[in-house]
């Protein structure tokens, strides 16, 4: 089945303490990227990639790091998670051509930071 | 920076109702404009993707139109059912490659 997974799907963590949210699509998509969800203000764009190896920031990357060192995985890394980073965490999918192709969206990822 | 407006947030209709739901942007430098379906809790079905060269679009009781030079698109939604209850999104993708998002049309069909 084609899909875009992430884990893990629920996470509460404290300020401070590293953590990484994980990605993976088994589309053969070249385009992946973050996005957060928050109450009011939407899904914005966090950084994308459009291959492997390259990656470019979204609108509101401050506090996050992405790398992509397989087509297949784009993994999150909240170096030292804040309580405003508690959102609603989605990635997504894409062939890299930009007129005719979809994104496609895993399930998200609930993250609290206390 | 494009801005991705949606309207109206909410939305309450009885069921078998035609309804329209609207989306504008602020540049029309897009490649592609893309309506998502999102119900509580989960995350975004594709329902239709428009190319920037397009009018518009069709799929079953949905049909999505795109006026590039007035930065509009509607969403139609023909004889509504209880199960299209949920929040629809609209996206463009821009030429920097960038997505944008509006802030969703909140709907509600009453059996």
């Known amino acids: 089945e084609a899909q875009v997974t992430q884990n893990p799907r629920y996470l509460i963590t404290v300020t401070g303490k590293k953590l990484t949210v994980t990605c993976s699509q088994n589309?053969?998509?070249?385009?992946m990227s973050w996005y957060r969800q928050d109450p009011g203000l939407g899904l914005r764009q966090i950084y994308y990639?459009?291959?492997?190896?390259?990656?470019d920031k979204g609108d509101v990357p401050e506090g996050y790091k992405v790398s992509r060192k397989e087509k297949r995985n784009f993994p999150l890394i909240l170096e030292s998670p804040s309580p405003n980073q508690t959102s609603l965490y989605f990635c997504?999918?894409?062939?890299?051509?930009?007129?005719?192709?979809?994104?496609?969206f895993g399930p998200g990822t609930r993250l609290t930071v206390l | 920076k494009q801005e991705v407006t949606q309207i109206p947030a909410a939305l309450s209709v009885p069921e078998g109702e035609n309804l329209v739901l609207n989306c504008s942007f602020t540049?029309?430098?897009?490649?592609?404009l893309q309506w998502f379906r999102q119900d509580p809790g989960k995350g975004l079905t594709s329902l239709l993707l428009?190319?920037?060269?397009?009018r518009e679009q069709t799929s079953g009781r949905l049909n999505a139109s795109l006026d590039k030079s007035s930065g509009r698109s509607t969403l139609y939604i023909a004889a509504s059912q209880p199960g299209d209850s949920a929040t629809y999104l609209c996206?463009?993708?821009?030429?920097?490659?960038?997505?944008?998002f509006g802030t969703g049309t909140s709907l509600t069909v009453i059996p």
């Open positions: 990639s459009m291959n492997v190896e390259v990656t």
């Open positions: 997504a999918s894409g062939q890299r051509e930009t007129t005719y192709n979809e994104q496609f």
């Open positions: 996206a463009v993708r821009d030429t920097g490659n960038q997505f944008y």
């Open positions: 428009i190319q920037s060269s397009q």
């Open positions: 589309m053969n998509h070249e385009y």
């Open positions: 540049d029309s430098a897009i490649y592609n």
